[in-house]
């Protein structure tokens, strides 16, 4: 039996308490988004963690799955009375056929060539030249399967610029994907730290999939005031992927464990959030932007 698609055309005011109600009467799942993606109308959110996202779409769009046999005149009616409007919105249906979901995800992760000599490779593909540094990646729920322009600016920078023999800490490791590269193109020892014990546990199976030595690569899980002393100063190269936000929060604590002379490379950032960022840094480093793609930066620095 194919399952059934509710897609909604509602306003501001009404969409998430819809989202809310569908999910009451039998939702599977409930998706928001701009009706207007993929346009020239489409409206950008952008929100990060301690700072307000701002009003959401003008003209959202709410999807909500069911099961087949689901009466959704009865549950538009309902739900239309459950938030107080006089009739329902317009809605249409769309049916969804039975798949193997798990292959249909896979599909949509293809190997990555990030330069002449590095790849990045979901763990379910053949890999496209044996002869090339492989990264061999199943993210799991954690973030980074090097699609993302800040992913692959950051494994650029680690291309250019590891020269072999470097003591490598990657904050925010998310899938290890950047801890991995460091380590699969010379760096001597590498050291993963996230806030996220399944981001932690991702990298781990990550660098099993890399048959990475244990005694090479370590992922931990740790909150940011535990790094003060444990890795003051060991660091040749420090990078990190994350927010603007948590990089200029994080500006004391990574800069302390890069040691003298040693580098820092930062991503996850817009444009127009560069030089809030770079000023957070410029009193320990000489920042400036080393590459960008599709309106994001990567910014590194040498420790003075």
Same mark, same amino acid.
């Given at each position: 039996?194919?399952?059934? &698609?509710v897609?909604?055309?509602?306003? &501001?005011?009404?969409?998430e308490?819809?989202?809310?109600? /569908?999910?009451?009467l039998?939702?599977?799942?409930?998706?928001?988004?701009?009706?207007?993606?993929?346009?020239?109308?489409?409206?950008?959110?952008?929100?990060?963690?301690?700072?307000?996202?701002?009003?959401?779409w003008? *003209?959202?769009e709410l999807?909500?799955?069911f099961?087949?046999?689901?009466? +959704?005149?009865?549950? /538009?009616?309902?739900?239309?009375?459950?938030?107080?409007?006089?009739?329902?919105?317009?809605y249409h249906?769309?049916?969804? $056929?039975?798949?193997?979901?798990?292959? @249909?995800?896979?599909?949509?992760f293809?190997p990555?060539?990030?330069?002449?000599? %590095?790849w990045?490779?979901?763990?379910?593909? !053949?890999?496209?030249?044996? *002869?090339?540094? =492989?990264?061999?990646?199943?993210?799991?729920?954690?973030?980074?399967?090097?699609?993302?322009?800040?992913?692959q600016?950051?494994? $650029?920078?680690?291309? !250019?610029?590891?020269s072999?023999? $470097?003591? @490598?800490?990657?904050?925010?490791?998310?899938?290890?994907?950047?801890?991995?590269a460091? %380590?699969?193109?010379?760096?001597?020892?590498?050291?993963?730290?996230d806030i996220?014990?399944?981001?932690?546990?991702?990298? #781990?199976? =990550? *660098?099993?999939?890399?048959?990475?030595?244990?005694?090479?690569?370590?992922?931990?899980?740790? /909150?940011?005031g535990?790094?003060?002393?444990?890795?003051?100063?060991?660091?040749?190269?420090?990078v990190?992927?994350?927010?603007? =936000?948590?990089l200029?929060?994080?500006?004391?604590? %990574?800069?302390?464990?890069? #040691? #003298?002379?040693? &580098?820092? *490379?930062?991503?996850?950032?817009?444009?127009?959030?560069? $030089? !809030?960022? /770079?000023?957070?840094? #410029?009193?320990?480093h000489d920042?400036?932007?080393a590459?960008?793609? !599709?309106?994001w930066?990567l910014?590194?620095? +040498?420790?003075?």
């Amino acid at each position: 039996m194919p399952w059934i &698609s509710v897609i909604i055309k509602t306003d &501001s005011m009404h969409v998430e308490a819809l989202s809310d109600a /569908m999910l009451e009467l039998g939702a599977l799942s409930t998706d928001i988004h701009d009706s207007a993606a993929g346009t020239e109308h489409e409206q950008p959110l952008f929100g990060e963690p301690g700072e307000p996202i701002g009003d959401i779409w003008l *003209a959202p769009e709410l999807t909500a799955l069911f099961k087949g046999d689901t009466d +959704t005149s009865a549950v /538009m009616r309902a739900a239309a009375e459950a938030v107080g409007l006089p009739a329902p919105p317009s809605y249409h249906i769309e049916y969804v $056929e039975e798949q193997d979901w798990v292959r @249909v995800t896979q599909s949509q992760f293809n190997p990555i060539r990030i330069s002449s000599r %590095l790849w990045v490779v979901p763990s379910w593909h !053949e890999i496209p030249d044996p *002869a090339a540094i =492989n990264l061999i990646l199943d993210p799991g729920l954690a973030f980074g399967t090097g699609t993302h322009p800040s992913t692959q600016l950051c494994l $650029e920078w680690l291309d !250019e610029n590891l020269s072999g023999g $470097e003591d @490598v800490l990657d904050y925010g490791c998310g899938s290890g994907i950047l801890a991995i590269a460091a %380590l699969k193109m010379g760096a001597r020892h590498v050291v993963g730290i996230d806030i996220d014990p399944q981001a932690v546990e991702a990298s #781990r199976q =990550n *660098a099993r999939l890399n048959q990475c030595a244990e005694t090479e690569i370590a992922f931990h899980t740790q /909150m940011p005031g535990q790094m003060d002393t444990e890795h003051a100063g060991w660091a040749d190269v420090v990078v990190a992927n994350i927010l603007a =936000n948590p990089l200029i929060m994080l500006a004391p604590i %990574l800069t302390h464990a890069v #040691r #003298r002379g040693g &580098s820092i *490379a930062l991503s996850g950032i817009l444009v127009e959030q560069a $030089e !809030e960022v /770079m000023q957070a840094y #410029r009193q320990s480093h000489d920042m400036h932007i080393a590459r960008n793609r !599709e309106g994001w930066v990567l910014l590194a620095g +040498t420790r003075k």
